[in-house]
């Protein structure tokens, strides 16, 4: 299934020379694919393209996520595999100026089996190890990356779906499915219902946020002045799960967040008749929700498989409409596709450019700057 698009400011990311084109605002993710081969290839790929965004997954399952090999990561932290060469050198890449991180710490996610989720995990201790975690990782980026111009937003995975048995529509939507959810909820999670997992939720971004604030402090004690490392909670329902009852990320949990961004995966709002329209007019219910209009479309995309041609065609309608209404980046979902189904790549099972590959290469090597982007 499809994982996320990202939009950040680019007038708050950016230098006063900072050519603000469109492919200094849309970005790619990169996460699987049939054809992938590593962290730094598809990174490459993206700049080839013309990009200057890119998303990318840091886990335990850093092997399997991007064929490099088995098992799971020993020993893993965010630092850890951050030092891993692949992966250094895909953050290293020179033109790749944003970089969104999905990451998943080793503190919550040892032996590949996340806790995140588990409200009995956060004691102070774990709690404690969670800060130091971050602090640590956002060190060393400031550290590793301080004469740059290199910007990270550190940010997960769809926090309604990851708390609604890996499908919140679904789960509201399927009474079938909801059931099966909360049948064996306790055995998948831990807890006893999603409102003790959006509680662990909170706790895990509130230390998460604690972390990189304390990295941020390390560093200017350093010496290293500047904004490097941002935060950015993810959510992925704007209507469902609330106007049926339900908790959700957006109302339950950002609203005690302190967050740079919030990321929003869009398949909601995206997946209508009209989905520039319908994703303009949610944007200002999440800005109304959170108080902020500091929004990042985390995810969206159209698989060529369902919409053949209209699905460049509504791409358009979505990043016109995004940036138009004022967020930051757009990050398209995926670099590869997945399989011959779960197909949003820009490349295709044999590395081969689709006729979405060739629309971004088209708008990344656009030198004209975008209407509604500014640098500061």
Request: negative net charge.
């Amino acid at each position: 299934m499809k994982r996320s698009i990202v939009l950040i400011f680019a007038a708050v990311l950016a230098p006063a020379s900072y050519a603000v084109t469109l492919a200094n605002a849309v970005g790619v993710y990169h996460w699987g694919g049939q054809y992938t081969t590593s962290m730094s290839e598809g990174v490459q790929r993206i700049e080839n393209l013309g990009g200057h965004v890119a998303r990318v997954v840091l886990s335990p399952r850093y092997y399997s996520e991007y064929n490099t090999g088995q098992g799971c990561y020993l020993n893993y932290s965010l630092s850890a595999l951050a030092h891993e060469p692949d992966v250094k050198s895909a953050l290293d890449n020179p033109s790749i100026t944003v970089f969104m991180l999905t990451a998943f710490d080793g503190t919550t996610f040892a032996n590949c089996q996340p806790v995140y989720l588990n409200l009995s995990f956060y004691t102070a201790a774990n709690t404690a190890a969670l800060v130091q975690e971050y602090s640590d990782f956002t060190l060393y980026l400031y550290e590793t990356y301080q004469h740059t111009i290199k910007r990270f937003i550190v940010a997960d995975w769809e926090g309604d779906n990851a708390v609604y048995c890996q499908a919140a529509s679904e789960y509201v939507n399927n009474p079938q499915f909801q059931t099966y959810c909360n049948s064996n909820y306790a055995a998948i999670y831990g807890n006893q219902s999603p409102a003790e997992s959006m509680q662990a939720l909170l706790l895990w971004h509130q230390a998460r946020q604690q972390g990189i604030a304390a990295g941020r402090q390390r560093a200017a004690a350093e010496g290293i002045g500047g904004m490097r490392v941002y935060y950015a909670p993810e959510f992925c329902i704007t209507h469902e799960l609330h106007d049926a009852g339900f908790q959700s990320v957006l109302y339950d949990v950002l609203p005690a967040v302190i967050f740079d961004y919030v990321s929003y995966s869009a398949y909601e709002s995206i997946n209508s008749a009209n989905p520039g329209d319908t994703l303009t007019a949610d944007l200002g219910v999440i800005q109304d929700v959170i108080g902020s209009n500091a929004i990042i479309i985390g995810e969206s995309g159209f698989a060529q498989s369902i919409w053949g041609a209209d699905a460049a065609t509504r791409t358009d309608a979505v990043i016109n409409a995004a940036l138009s209404w004022g967020v930051a980046y757009v990050i398209q979902w995926n670099l590869y596709d997945q399989d011959a189904q779960d197909s949003y790549g820009l490349f295709d099972l044999n590395g081969n450019a689709t006729p979405l590959g060739a629309y971004f290469q088209n708008k990344f090597n656009d030198a004209a700057k975008y209407p509604g982007l500014r640098a500061e």
